[in-house]
């Protein structure tokens, strides 16, 4: 059961900014929250909107201006703060909607392929291809230069979904038989590594980022000289900044020049139990994102 309720705006501490939240991104990290929490859950999360205040140490900012960035609260809401670390801004020609569902997604995507040392020519398979993530992986990695892109998703519904994102090739989970590629991002985890890892050829490597657990067979590594390399986003911002900006400038770059587009499901905040219950269920299209300021109604595209 969800519950809105009305609390005072809060004043931003001497680093923060204070967001008039215009689109916030659901994850599948966010919805398991819910789910394994005892009790009511404050959430944080992608958010993007316009400043409405700042704090008295925050420098490059202004009001009136559009950011993004990750927030440890209240995500869920029509404002809330975002310490000015946290906080990038958003180019002249996108909005909040683009900026939540390219950047975080976007970078740990972009993340995956660098960990992968992608080559040009390579071939790759992307798991959970229709995903906020794997839908952008897809684009990236044919804008890197892939020669061969295989989405892998869990219904076959999501083929032409996944297609028209720029897919050479889409498959099911269990159509991956047979498949032989160079590169495989995965971010299903659990069962499906195993198939993942037989699929890939020898030198191949495999990039882990999701949440979903599961074994590698050391053997089946060292049988064909594979490797596998878990990403996290979050070490990458802490031990290089510089090249998370050069990830992130290089998102918008591909935004402008229509290489990479991303696709989004919309629901109002109070529907936000359902935009949950579509991400738990792998029914989304794209990014799933709360727009506070939308009327409860179906779920849109776009």
Request: glycine share 12%; net charge negative; aromatic share 4%.
């Amino acid at each position: 059961m969800s519950v809105l309720e009305g609390v005072p705006i809060p004043a931003p501490g001497d680093t923060e900014i204070l967001i008039g939240i215009e689109a916030a991104g659901v994850t599948l990290p966010t919805v398991r929250k819910t789910i394994e929490g005892s009790g009511p859950v404050t959430l944080g999360g992608e958010i993007a909107g316009t400043v409405l205040a700042i704090g008295t140490e925050v420098t490059g900012f202004r009001r009136g201006d559009t950011v993004t960035g990750l927030c440890f609260g209240d995500s869920y809401a029509e404002a809330a703060l975002l310490d000015v670390s946290m906080a990038s801004p958003v180019p002249a020609g996108a909005d909040a909607v683009d900026a939540v569902a390219l950047v975080r997604s976007g970078l740990v995507a972009r993340g995956a392929l660098d960990s992968a040392r992608l080559l040009p020519g390579d071939s790759v398979l992307v798991t959970a291809a229709a995903s906020g993530v794997g839908h952008l992986a897809i684009q990236l990695a044919k804008a890197s230069g892939a020669d061969h892109v295989i989405g892998a998703v869990s219904h076959r519904s999501k083929r032409d979904f996944v297609r028209g994102l720029g897919a050479d090739e889409v498959r099911t989970y269990n159509e991956l038989r047979g498949v032989s590629v160079d590169v495989v991002l995965d971010g299903v985890g659990g069962d499906l590594l195993t198939p993942a890892l037989a699929a890939l050829n020898p030198g191949g490597r495999l990039v882990v980022y999701s949440s979903g657990g599961g074994i590698i067979s050391a053997f089946d590594l060292l049988v064909d000289a594979k490797s596998a390399v878990g990403f996290q986003l979050g070490y990458i911002a802490r031990t290089d900044p510089q090249r998370y900006t050069e990830w992130r400038d290089g998102l918008w770059t591909l935004f402008f020049d229509r290489a990479v587009t991303p696709a989004v499901t919309k629901f109002s905040l109070e529907d936000a139990p359902l935009a949950h219950e579509c991400v738990l269920s792998r029914r989304n299209l794209g990014k799933v994102v709360i727009i506070p300021g939308q009327s409860a109604s179906d779920p849109r595209s776009r």
